[in-house]
């Protein structure tokens, strides 16, 4: 069985440019988390979805960063406009219903802004 | 806010040794507290979970404790090899299903 997938794996871009990142749960999986980790840093949730529905928002930078997860699948973070401080690796990571304490991580994607 | 500590921040071991990985959290009510493992480029890997209720958890060469009253957590690694490299991360889960990680423990087993 296909873990999360993330892509792209690495972005670089110069600051105020937008930028998209892809994830693709596990099949079957109907939430899903976007977190965004720091140099030396634990991870930190950004948004929390269930099926298509985004319940925890809470930590997300709404005036640069949005969300979506169409037909409660895959799902897309972007950033617009990108600054120096958004460098960082993304992670998706995904739950089943029957096991919300088991989540499963993608590998992230690793961007760099300059 | 939770807030969750880790310590050492690095630790290096020879190849054989036992270690124990530190982790303290501000806030009591949990529901559980989970320990995971990164690998560089990597995503995070679940080694144990705790429930609140519970005072430890054993897998393979891994031992876990909680004690929630003071708001510690161990991770005891025995007997180590060089293949226990990575970043161990402690995190707890409280309201929400909201999981707040410490920054990790770096750790280096050499040969």
């Known amino acids: 069985e296909a873990g999360v997938v993330q892509s792209p794996r690495y972005k670089i871009i110069e600051k105020k440019q937008p930028v998209a990142f892809w994830c693709n749960p596990i099949?079957?999986?109907?939430?899903l988390y976007w977190y965004r980790q720091n140099l030396g840093q634990g991870p930190e949730l950004l948004i929390r979805?269930?099926?298509?529905?985004?319940?925890?928002d809470s930590q997300l930078p709404k005036d640069r960063f949005s969300a979506e997860r169409l037909k409660g699948v895959d799902s897309t973070l972007k950033i617009q406009p990108a600054e120096l401080g958004d460098s960082a690796v993304y992670l998706c990571?995904?739950?089943?219903?029957?096991?919300?304490?088991?989540?499963?991580f993608g590998p992230g994607t690793r961007l760099l802004v300059l | 806010k939770q807030e969750v500590t880790q310590i050492p921040a690095a630790l290096s071991v020879p190849e054989g040794e036992n270690l124990v990985l530190n982790c303290s959290f501000t806030?009591?009510?949990?529901?559980?507290l989970q320990w995971f493992r990164q690998d560089p480029g990597k995503g995070l890997t679940s080694l144990l979970l705790?429930?609140?209720?519970?005072r430890e958890q054993t897998s393979g060469r891994l031992n876990a404790s909680l004690d929630k009253s003071s708001g510690r957590s161990t991770l005891y690694i025995a007997a180590s090899q060089p293949g226990d490299s990575a970043t161990y991360l402690c995190?707890?889960?409280?309201?929400?299903?909201?999981?707040?990680f410490g920054k990790g423990t770096l750790l280096t087993v050499n040969p």
């Open positions: 705790i429930q609140s209720s519970q």
């Open positions: 806030d009591s009510a949990i529901y559980n």
């Open positions: 995190a707890v889960w409280s309201s929400n299903y909201k999981l707040t």
């Open positions: 979805y269930e099926n298509e529905e985004a319940v925890d």
């Open positions: 099949s079957g999986h109907n939430t």
């Open positions: 990571a995904s739950s089943s219903r029957g096991d919300q304490e088991t989540q499963y």
